[in-house]
């Protein structure tokens, strides 16, 4: 039996040459940001022993998050068919969100080359990509949309994530109401929208295999089976770090100030970031 494939408003309202103009556009604002912030320097309110780079890189991906999150949640909200149809289901509004992200993780490539920190956080940098490449791509072709925008559900997380790892910057207590309440907020939203939504891309891969080429699934696969192994070792060091240590007034605040060891070592992965 066939069947019927869930378009939307179909492939023919959306336009390649203005995902590139998002994409570049995209990037400029987040460049913007980033010159503001350093113009501005690092508040008082966030501790001396913090690098500013540090802080101001994830403050700008929490804005992306808070951004993204806030489209991401929209699109599921107002198109809940791109769930069920991820391969053609395509509109403007899902559609333009696509290279938003693209142009935010090209501005955090460039800037983390130029402050010469690609080496430094290899994960991220493999994360980056492996994401640029897949956005790009499925834009190009117009296709496979709804996987991208699933694939964004992780952007709701992010908000939590960065939210945690900022408090933890300006000293807010590991003991605080506050710290509590984002603590558990990210990992149950890294859960809801961040591994859920993987187990979903995988059994698409499956159930859309005869819709797309064969070199679309082994790159797609490869894709979010790196997203899905650096996520996995996240989600493990928030918990150990956040769960099974308790929340002790006396526990020590551990800061990633960068310097120079991976970012696997302090049980902060500096995610997207990722994806």
Known sequence: METTELTGDGIES?????????????????????????????????????????????????????????????????????????????????????????????????????????????????????????????????????????????????IFLHMRKLLQMCHVGFDTKLYRFVSFSNIFTFVTFRLIPILRVYSGLYLDFHRVSLTYVITFWWTITTGLVINLILFWRLVKSDILRGFSGKRKQKLDNTTGKSIFENGDLNFDKDE
């Open 14 to 158: 959306v336009h390649v040459w203005q995902a590139y103009v998002m994409c570049a556009m995209t990037t400029v604002m987040f460049y913007m940001l980033g010159e503001i912030l350093d113009r501005l320097g690092k508040p008082k309110f966030v501790a001396p022993e913090v690098e500013f780079w540090k802080w101001r890189n994830i403050t700008i991906s929490w804005i992306h998050g808070v951004i993204c999150g806030t489209w991401v949640f929209l699109c599921l909200v107002l198109y809940p068919d791109l769930v069920r149809d991820p391969v053609a289901y395509i509109n403007n509004f899902m559609y333009l969100m696509v290279p938003f992200s693209a142009g935010y993780f090209i501005y955090d490539t460039i800037d983390m080359k130029m402050n010469k920190k690609l080496g430094t956080y290899w994960e991220v940098t493999l994360h980056h990509f492996v994401i640029i490449s897949s956005f790009i791509y499925n834009f190009n072709i117009r296709s496979c949309i709804g996987y991208n925008v699933i694939i964004l559900m992780a952007e709701i997380n992010t």
